[in-house]
């Protein structure tokens, strides 16, 4: 199993370009979600869905969108961007939300808008 | 507000030496603590999950322990080696609507 997949890597963007953050898993999971990373902060939750066709606001979701078409993708979209959204950004999955579910994440993408 | 605190902000010890990071949290109702291992440009690894009735969770050099009275876990790190350098961080989950906070992390830098 490949895990948790993202692309890309790293990303340079300007004010106002949009773009999509791809996340792929291969495990079957039902939940998935985006968390972001500031210098000294905790994760915050973007946006996550509980399974294909369903989604729902985290913490922090103004200015990104998210779909869930089938049980692997769930990419993040970046509608406008601004250096405000610059950050690091992870894609996490898990067979379901219980107790004893593990939470995967991947590599992590690392987005600079200028 | 839920919140998760977690201490030193980093810390720096010599090889094979041992080390306790600390989490106090506020999180209510409580389900689950989380401790996790975040190497550099990496995502973070799970390392143990504590459930309100479980004191203490080991996994190799890595042990947990609970207070969920004081709410309040360490994560203790026994003859530590280089690779065990990494930012821990500590996640409660609380029981409505599956909610998790994250706390900041703490920095740990292993030299030898």
């Known amino acids: 199993n490949a895990g948790v997949t993202q692309t890309p890597k790293f990303q340079v963007l300007k004010t106002g370009q949009s773009m999509t953050l791809q996340c792929a898993q291969d495990?079957?999971?039902?939940?998935m979600s985006w968390y972001r990373q500031d210098p000294g902060m905790g994760l915050r939750l973007i946006h996550y869905?509980?399974?294909?066709?369903?989604?729902d606001q985290g913490e922090v979701p103004n200015g990104y969108n998210v779909s869930r078409s089938t049980t692997e993708d769930f990419p993040l979209r970046l509608l406008s961007a601004a250096p405000s959204q610059t950050s690091v950004y992870f894609c996490?999955?898990?067979?379901?939300?219980?107790?004893?579910?593990?939470?995967?994440f991947g590599p992590g993408t690392r987005l600079t808008v200028t | 507000k839920n919140q998760v605190e977690q201490s030193p902000q980093s810390l720096i010890i010599l090889e094979g030496k041992n080390c306790t990071l600390q989490?106090?949290?506020?999180?209510?109702?409580?389900?689950?603590l989380r401790w996790y291992k975040q190497d550099t440009g990496r995502g973070p690894v799970s390392l143990t999950i504590?459930?309100?009735?479980?004191n203490t969770k080991s996994n190799g050099r890595y042990t947990a322990t609970l207070d969920a009275d004081t709410k309040q876990s360490s994560l203790h790190i026994t003859a530590s080696q280089l690779s065990d350098s990494a930012s821990y961080i500590c996640?409660?989950?609380?029981?409505?609507?599956?909610?998790?906070?994250f706390g900041d992390g703490t920095t740990l830098t292993v030299k030898p």
């Open positions: 869905s509980v399974g294909a066709g369903i989604t």
């Open positions: 989490c106090n949290y506020t999180v209510s109702p409580f389900s689950n």
């Open positions: 996490a999955s898990s067979y379901g939300t219980g107790v004893t579910y593990e939470q995967y």
């Open positions: 504590m459930t309100f009735s479980e």
């Open positions: 495990m079957n999971h039902e939940y």
């Open positions: 996640v409660v989950k609380n029981t409505n609507a599956g909610k998790s906070t």
